[in-house]
């Protein structure tokens, strides 16, 4: 399954919770720095969809805070758990 995130780079908490412009809001610890900000946002994609790392992909933005991921597993399962985030706060 494919779809966008915005990234929050510099928070104090780690998430993955909300909707901004139509994007699941992404919130990390890391600075945009060296492609930081952009692994750990795949670290929290993972363990808030329960995969896998590789499971998770980057598939545009490596330098923009909008992204495309892409998730591998149960699309039925993805997209129900896309919506409680998006869903969220």
């Known amino acids: 399954m494919q779809f966008t995130v915005h990234v929050h780079p510099g928070s104090r908490q780690r998430s ?3 909707n901004y412009a139509g ?3 992404v919130h990390v610890r890391s600075k945009a720095v060296d ?3 952009t692994s750990e946002v795949l670290e929290v994609l993972a363990q808030e969809f329960g995969v896998k ?3 998770v992909r980057l ?3 490596s330098h923009s805070r909008t992204k495309t991921v892409e998730i591998d597993g149960d699309e039925a399962a993805l ?3 896309l919506d ?3 869903a969220a706060l």
């Open 84 to 86: 409680e985030l998006l």
């Open 35 to 37: 492609g930081a900000a």
């Open 59 to 61: 598939l545009r933005g």
């Open 23 to 25: 994007a699941l809001a």
């Open 53 to 55: 790392a590789s499971a």
């Open 79 to 81: 997209r129900v758990r």
């Open 16 to 18: 993955a919770q909300g």
